[in-house]
């Protein structure tokens, strides 16, 4: 998976929270507020304050794309994401409030896609990661599951060794089964033994059900 991206910094932490009304409650206190406790409120940093803006992240709708401070405009609809391994909550997608937001990985953001995270052990989510993860590979390079973020050829190849069709899936969990930490990244071992093959597809397949919650 030769396409990686940092992590993505969301360099405050109230824009993220367990569950969409927390997220809303804390827009309309922002929103309310005015001058040096809106400021406060925001929690500005070098890369985003109440005067910065900002385009609005591909796939949302965004409330407004001039300066927070001149026209926050209404709460966005909180999305789904990955805060921590296995830590699933609710992000507001709002650029202007995202110090880092990565909009190279939310243009692939859809129900085909999944990410996968290196972390001590390589975590794999539908949901786009966000927080103190480590680099994220998307299984695919363009929306609709198109374009497999994997080497040229490379599924032909294990087709033709393995005597079946090889979809980017299969490949994903052959790597949640057999891929190790190394010295010089994630280190993906291929075996000539069809059988081996299979046994460790079927065994990533069950680790990506688990992963995904079924």
Do not use: K
């Amino acid at each position: 998976m030769p396409w990686a991206v940092g992590a993505l910094r969301l360099g405050r932490a109230w824009v993220a929270a367990p569950d969409p009304a927390a997220l809303r409650d804390r827009w309309a206190a922002l929103t309310g507020a005015e001058g040096t406790e809106r400021d406060r409120l925001f929690r500005p940093t070098r890369s985003r304050t109440p005067t910065t803006g900002a385009a609005a992240l591909p796939g949302q709708r965004a409330p407004s794309t001039a300066r927070f401070a001149d026209a926050p405009g209404p709460c966005p609809e909180p999305v789904r994401v990955l805060r921590d391994p296995f830590d699933e909550q609710w992000l507001l997608p709002d650029q202007r409030l995202i110090d880092l937001a990565r909009p190279e990985l939310w243009r692939v953001l859809d129900e085909h896609q999944l990410f996968a995270v290196e972390t001590p052990e390589l975590l794999v989510t539908a949901h786009l990661p966000v927080g103190r993860l480590g680099r994220i590979r998307p299984l695919h390079r363009r929306p609709g599951g198109a374009e497999p973020n994997l080497a040229p050829g490379l599924l032909p190849l294990l087709g033709e060794r393995y005597g079946g069709w090889v979809t980017p899936q299969d490949v994903l969990c052959w790597i949640l089964a057999a891929g190790r930490p190394g010295p010089r990244g994630y280190e993906v071992p291929l075996t000539a033994d069809p059988g081996r093959w299979r046994a460790g597809l079927e065994l990533g397949h069950r680790l990506l059900t688990v992963q995904l919650r079924g």
